[in-house]
C-alpha cells in the first residue's frame, strides 16, 4: 500500500549564492530527491529555473533530480531537459493536449530515455482525469497549492485527492508513486501520507529551518508513523470484516 516515505526538498526555496552547500546539506539529511521547479511566466504567473540550471545542478547532486515542469509547451522542451540529466519529468495534465495523444506523446519520451515519467495535476483538475494514463507513469504529483509560488497553504481537502489517487491506481492495479506539493511540513505530512503519499515536496519547511536535515527527519518520522497507523486500522478492519 505504501513505499517508505522520501522528501524531496524544493530548492526554489533555497540559497542560490549557496546552491551547492545547500544540496550537500539536504543529501547528509536524509532527503530522497531534488525537487526542481521550472516554470516558464505562461503557464503559471511566475518565472523560475531552466535548462542551463539543472544542467549544472546534475553536476554535483548525489541524489535524484525530480524535475517538475510548470510550462506550456512541454513536449518542445522535454528533450532539453532530459538532456540536462532530469532523473524524473513531472509534465501536468493541463499543458497537455489529450485529443492530440500529447500525453502519451511525452510518457513514452520520457521513459523512451531513460528518466522516470510524472504527470501532475492542479487543485480544481479532477483526479480521475487521471484514469486513462495511471498505468503509464511512475509517479503522480498531486498539487496542495495552486501552482506558481512557493510559501503557499496546503488547501484542505488534498489529502482526500491523495487518497482518490490511490484508489485509482489501486483499481488499475498499477502502483506509481504519489508525491505531494504545497503547504507541506510537519503540520501536513501526516495527513497526506496516511492516505497514500509517499513523496513529500517541502521548500520552506526545509529550507527556512533553524536545522534543515533536522526539519526533513521530522517531516519523514511523522509521514511514516502516519502510515504505519494507516496499515494498523486497515488491518484491524480486515480482521473485523472477518470476524
Known amino acids: 500500500m505504501f513505499e517508505p516515505v522520501q522528501i ?38 511566475n518565472l523560475t529555473l531552466g535548462v542551463p540550471f539543472v544542467k549544472q545542478l546534475k553536476k554535483i547532486a548525489r541524489i535524484p533530480l525530480d524535475v517538475h515542469l510548470m510550462i506550456s509547451n512541454p513536449l518542445e522542451q522535454l528533450p532539453w531537459f532530459i538532456d540536462a540529466g532530469a ?19 511525452a510518457l513514452a519520451t520520457i521513459r523512451g530515455a531513460g528518466a522516470k515519467a510524472a504527470l501532475s495535476i ?14 503509464g507513469v511512475d509517479m503522480v504529483l498531486v498539487m496542495s497549492v495552486y501552482p506558481g509560488f512557493s510559501g503557499q497553504s496546503y488547501i484542505e481537502g488534498s489529502d482526500e ?8 491506481a489501486e483499481k488499475a492495479g498499477s502502483r506509481p508513486l504519489i508525491e505531494v ?38 517531516i519523514a518520522r ?7 497507523e494507516a496499515l494498523n486500522r486497515a488491518g484491524g478492519e480486515t480482521e473485523a470484516s472477518r470476524g
Open 222 to 228: 511523522i509521514a511514516t508513523k502516519a502510515q504505519d
Open 8 to 45: 524531496a526538498p524544493s530548492i526554489l526555496s533555497a540559497d542560490f549564492m549557496n546552491m551547492g552547500s545547500d544540496i550537500r546539506m539536504i543529501e547528509q539529511g536524509g532527503a530522497g530527491y531534488v525537487h526542481v521547479d521550472v516554470m516558464d511566466g505562461h503557464f503559471v504567473p
Open 87 to 105: 532523473d524524473i519529468l513531472t509534465l501536468h495534465l493541463e499543458a497537455l493536449d489529450e485529443g492530440a495523444g500529447e500525453v502519451e506523446q
Open 161 to 168: 485527492r491523495v487518497a482518490e489517487v490511490a484508489a485509482l
Open 122 to 135: 492542479k487543485p480544481d483538475t479532477p483526479v480521475s482525469s487521471l484514469a486513462p494514463y495511471i498505468e
Open 181 to 218: 506539493d504545497g503547504g507541506m511540513g510537519a503540520a501536513t505530512a501526516g495527513l497526506v501520507a496516511a492516505c497514500g503519499a509517499d513523496v513529500l515536496v517541502a521548500g520552506n519547511a526545509v529550507f527556512g529551518a533553524p536545522d534543515p536535515a533536522a526539519a526533513i527527519a521530522e
